[in-house]
């Protein structure tokens, strides 16, 4: 587990170094996208240089996805992308198949720095679905986001020698904040995990997890937005899920409730 | 430094945090090394008299309302459902006429664990836990009083436990089958999955029989180990790289450790001490690879013929029965096995015996005494009614949870389940479960 972390640890540090030199690059180097942005607000045509960078119109028009965002009521984005969790074999009971999961988030503006949010996630196996709101607001060249989330978690396999279902509800609160470099936005989230009570199905029998507990774990993803001329936007992030077993692996039922880390690649985009 | 400096600075710190909070347990031990040292051990036949359902008075915070009370050679185990907890004790005759009963506690999923310390104080049982003599017609039931502690402090808060009934019959009825030995690798239980230690943990925290994962070497050695990659997670050794099966057993050896310093043991040294150190009655060899199985089948099958020669001997107090069983996961390894018996007739062996995970009605076509079904498809009772009209067992894995421990037992009367949680498996099969039929009935 310790080389895991280590390995997330350097892949983080190196992308950030990576992010640090795209913000030291020389203005002229950088795209000017302004003229297929949204226009900003009129309140923020007054502010700093920073309030005319890709990213502060994108953050002030259709929003970002991660990046703390305040647009207008009726603002909307969405996107479609995929994660992958490296979770090691030991803890998969030796199983090497690992499965990219589709995701798919919105985001509603509501104005005065509310929104709206929607995130799906599936590869049929497990799918999570989650609705919330959040708030979005800025303290010179940062952004800070606070959002609640609640949802389902489903996981359904009936092949392979599997006729099993795992219910429960899902609760993530969720910090963000976010710094503009200008055409990139860079986010780091911080989200608590919150799931129960669980239900799972085998055949016919109905039960209960007894080692569940309501905080299955944490994550810290730091995900890097980069604008575009067509306003759309890419978006790619890594980071550490620490969880318990039953969360990233529902279909096992492991029961031991310690946590356990691992690095999550996420991709996409954002129209 | 500026924001943009800052803002780099503080992210990068985050990035190093360490965030996982994964604490190794120590497993508490009397620092004197106990009142035992300073005793005689009770007998091996005098433990049983320790066997039975017992419940609880003081202690219930730790070890619940009842717990199931069973012995192995020098231990006394206390099993509870609360947590899956368990108690691995000893016994032994104190200078002062009373009988001490101490050893540590655990919860194997959790962080808790603590010191017991109970005694014997009725000098009519004291008399004949540390006799020779036969035991009376009128013997008292035991009754143990004491302390337990938490952490590694003394054992101070009372607890007692009192008998109250007989165990159901489950020594060579009903299988409580450790998974790939006594804890998952994500408990705190101090041994490694398919470690010898292991195996002998399993067995002194309620389980009869083990289920073992086989892997072959480069040179055609059967080991335990689960995994075709030798992950981190579970071995040490900055040469111990790679798949097993690239490894000779001489480089495995050489090169790799188990999560807690141990051998990834070979079949041939598990299976002997399984049989000469423990009483375990039955080992679930796992085939994982096809190419596992002969070399297994030719092990299982030498052990057959000298069990059988151990038996048929004239001294009863050698008897011992155990049952080694090739478990078949998959038409590839059942082909390897056809491929198996051929080989091992023009040898002049005999065959062993087979378990098939996943059809029951090859179970009865091939001859196997036992179905191994995943427990993720449901109870399927009538497939369980099926192959024991035919002569074979049933023993699902892996059920670790105890509402479907209880749903399993009471419908479908297993012979045996395959479990991490051998403590809570035992105290359900006491309270809730039924001895399974004999073998062979169409009950």
């Not at chain 2, 002997?272 to 994982?288: A, F, Q, S």
């Not at chain 2, 030719?298 to 107090?317: G, I, K, V």
């Amino acid at each position: 587990m310790r080389g895991t972390r280590r390995f997330v640890s350097t892949l983080l540090a190196c992308l950030v170094t990576s992010v640090a030199a795209a913000a030291q690059a020389e203005p002229a180097a950088a795209l000017d996208y302004s003229v297929t942005t949204a226009a900003p607000r009129a309140a923020d045509t007054t502010t700093s240089v920073e309030a005319t960078t890709p990213v502060r119109r994108q953050a002030t028009g259709k929003g970002f996805i991660f990046y703390p965002s305040q647009t207008e009521l009726g603002a909307f984005r969405f996107a479609i992308g995929a994660f992958y969790d490296a979770i090691d074999p030991a803890v998969m009971y030796g199983f090497n198949v690992r499965v990219p999961q589709l995701t798919l988030d919105a985001r509603y503006g509501l104005g005065d720095g509310w929104a709206v949010k929607g995130h799906f996630n599936s590869f049929f196996v497990t799918t999570e679905f989650l609705l919330g709101a959040g708030y979005a607001g800025r303290i010179g060249d940062w952004t800070l986001g606070a959002d609640m989330s609640v949802g389902i978690y489903i996981g359904q396999l009936a092949e392979f020698g599997f006729d099993a279902t795992m219910l429960s509800p899902e609760y993530r609160p969720e910090l963000t904040l976010g710094y503009d470099f200008g055409s990139l936005a860079l986010s780091l989230r911080a989200s608590l995990l919150l799931m129960g009570p669980e239900r799972v199905r085998v055949g016919d029998v109905w039960g209960g997890l007894d080692n569940s507990n309501a905080f299955v774990g944490h994550s810290e993803m730091l995900y890097v937005e980069n604008t575009t001329s067509s306003n759309g936007v890419w978006y790619f992030g890594l980071g550490a899920m620490t969880t318990r077993a039953y969360y990233a692996l529902w279909l096992l039922f492991p029961d031991s409730p310690g946590l356990f880390t691992y690095p999550r690649i996420v991709a996409g985009y954002e129209f | 430094m500026n924001s943009k400096s800052f803002a780099w600075v503080f992210v990068a710190s985050l990035s190093l945090v360490d965030c996982e909070s994964a604490a190794e347990v120590t497993i508490p031990a009397f620092p004197d090394g106990g009142l035992v040292r300073t005793g005689t051990p009770v007998a091996r036949d005098r433990l049983m008299r320790f066997e039975g359902m017992f419940g609880v008075g003081n202690g219930q915070r730790i070890f619940g309302e009842t717990v199931a009370v069973r012995t192995s050679p020098g231990t006394v185990s206390v099993l509870t459902d609360k947590n899956a907890g368990f108690a691995v004790l000893e016994s032994a005759c104190l200078p002062d006429g009373r009988v001490v009963v101490e050893g540590y506690w655990q919860y194997p999923t959790r962080t808790e664990a603590g010191l017991v310390r109970v005694f014997v104080e009725d000098t009519a049982l004291v008399a004949y836990l540390c006799g020779t003599e036969e035991a009376p017609p009128t013997l008292p039931a035991v009754t143990l009083k004491g302390h337990y502690g938490e952490g590694n402090e003394f054992p101070r808060n009372p607890l007692d436990f009192t008998f109250s009934r007989e165990l159901k019959p489950w020594r060579g009825r009903f299988f409580t089958v450790a998974h790939h030995g006594a804890c998952e690798n994500t408990d705190h239980c101090g041994t490694a999955p398919n470690s010898l230690e292991s195996i002998r943990l399993a067995e002194r925290i309620g389980s009869n029989a083990a289920e073992l994962d086989v892997r072959i070497t480069r040179d055609d050695i059967p080991v335990l180990f689960h995994d075709p990659g030798l992950s981190r997670t579970l071995v040490r050794g900055v040469f111990c790289n790679g798949q097993l099966a690239e490894l000779s057993l001489a480089e495995l050896t050489a090169a790799c450790e188990l999560r807690y310093g141990e051998l990834i043991p070979t079949v041939e040294e598990t299976l002997d001490m399984m049989v000469n150190e423990t009483e375990m009655e039955g080992v679930y060899l796992d085939m994982k690879v096809p190419g596992a199985v002969l070399p297994t089948a030719r092990l299982a099958s030498r052990l057959m013929t000298s069990l059988r020669e151990r038996n048929e001997n004239d001294d009863p107090t050698d008897d011992r029965q155990f049952g080694a069983l090739i478990a078949i996961t998959t038409e590839e390894v059942l082909e390897a096995w056809h491929d198996a018996k051929k080989k091992l007739a023009e040898e002049g062996l005999e065959i062993p015996r087979c378990l098939l995970e996943y059809d029951p009605d090859l179970v009865i076509s091939e001859g196997c005494v036992a179905w191994g079904p995943t427990w993720t498809a449901g109870p399927q009772v009538e497939n369980v009614k099926k192959v024991r009209a035919a002569g074979a067992g049933t023993i699902y894995w892996t059920i670790n949870q105890s509402d479907f421990i209880d749903a399993f037992l009471t419908q479908a009367h297993p012979d045996g389940i395959i479990t991490a949680r051998a403590a809570l498996v035992f105290h359900h099969y006491q309270t809730l479960g039924t001895p399974p039929p004999i073998r062979g009935s169409a009950e």
